[in-house]
């Protein structure tokens, strides 16, 4: 299999409706454990609540917009991408409303509402400039899981420069637009969590704490935007300016946080580093790290 379809293959898999079925699928296992105990029926409702307007009617509504367009299942004219982002937030409005009347789980209230507030903004910024909707789609439900888990949630980021070669290779978005995607996605989607928790009286136990998951979210980004912006400058010598902040980064991270969060840092970077080997010549990654 060439790299094209290898990166096609990625793509389409991570593409934000299908890629939050398992991600919403963990999160609805998670939300299920009360005092140690698995309910199962808690399991079904909000496993059928977040399948049903976190993923099948957004699907929906992109097939059917890229057939009556007669355009690629990503849509990639970003002036096509307002009906089915607008169509999405609506979704995820109706799945916010319908899990608060039910009453069935805070977290999953909260993380639909910051899915539709979400949608909302990259509705907004896609008005004037194509950001990543896979990348974002991604840092949401990775970000809820960082609040889940914390380190083991982190660990899912490591599709997060895997996604930002595959969408550039295919030409779907520059690697501002990749980069981007995510870093908003994430930052916003914590930030909402704990407003709304604050705002709706909310209070949900047992989450990694704010300061926490921001620490996280910036030892998964840390590699990726370094990558990005030596990839727009002209500094020279962009191995070894890369090299020696990695360094840097570590240090600080090893002195400044917990080990799990190094920990996260040093398996994103080892990801950046291997998927630039891998794509070769044609990503600008790798003839940043070749660079004499």
């Known amino acids: 299999m060439n790299k094209i379809k290898i990166a096609e293959t990625i793509s389409t898999i991570t593409n934000p409706p299908i890629?939050?079925?398992?991600?919403?699928?963990?999160i609805c296992i998670v939300l299920s454990y009360e005092n140690g105990v698995f309910s199962l029926n808690k399991f079904i409702v909000l496993e059928l609540i977040s399948l049903v307007f976190a993923s099948i009617l957004p699907m929906a509504i992109i097939l059917y917009w890229a057939k009556k367009l007669n355009t690629d299942k990503d849509i990639s004219n970003r002036q096509d991408r307002f009906t089915p982002l607008i169509v999405g937030v609506v979704s995820y409005l109706i799945g916010f409303f319908i899990s608060l009347l039910l009453n069935v789980d805070h977290f999953l209230t909260l993380?639909?509402?910051c899915y539709a507030v979400n949608t909302f903004i990259v509705m907004l910024i896609?008005?004037?400039w194509k950001i990543s909707v896979h990348t974002t789609g991604m840092s949401g439900p990775v970000g809820a899981l960082i609040l889940l888990l914390g380190p083991f949630g982190a660990l899912f980021a490591i599709l997060y420069p895997i996604m930002i070669w595959s969408r550039v290779l295919l030409e779907k978005h520059t690697?501002?637009?990749?980069i981007c995607g995510a870093v908003q996605g994430f930052f916003?989607?914590?930030l909402e969590m704990y407003l709304y928790m604050f705002l709706f009286n909310m209070p949900?136990?047992?989450?990694?704490?704010?300061e926490m998951s921001i620490l996280y979210i910036l030892a998964i980004i840390v590699t990726?935007?370094?990558l990005g912006l030596l990839s727009y400058s002209?500094?020279?010598?962009?191995?070894?300016v890369f090299y020696l902040m990695e360094l840097v980064f570590l240090w600080m991270f090893l002195i400044n946080t917990p080990l799990s969060v190094t920990a996260i840092y040093v398996v994103i970077s080892i990801t950046s580093i291997l998927v630039s080997y891998f794509a070769g010549e044609d990503f600008v990654w790798f003839r940043i790290l070749n660079s004499s």
């Open 19 to 26: 890629i939050t079925i398992p991600l919403f699928l963990i």
């Open 126 to 128: 896609t008005l004037k």
């Open 204 to 210: 949900i136990d047992g989450l990694v704490s704010l």
């Open 111 to 113: 993380l639909l509402l």
């Open 188 to 190: 916003l989607t914590v």
């Open 175 to 178: 690697l501002a637009q990749a």
């Open 224 to 226: 990726p935007v370094l």
């Open 234 to 240: 002209h500094v020279a010598e962009k191995k070894i």
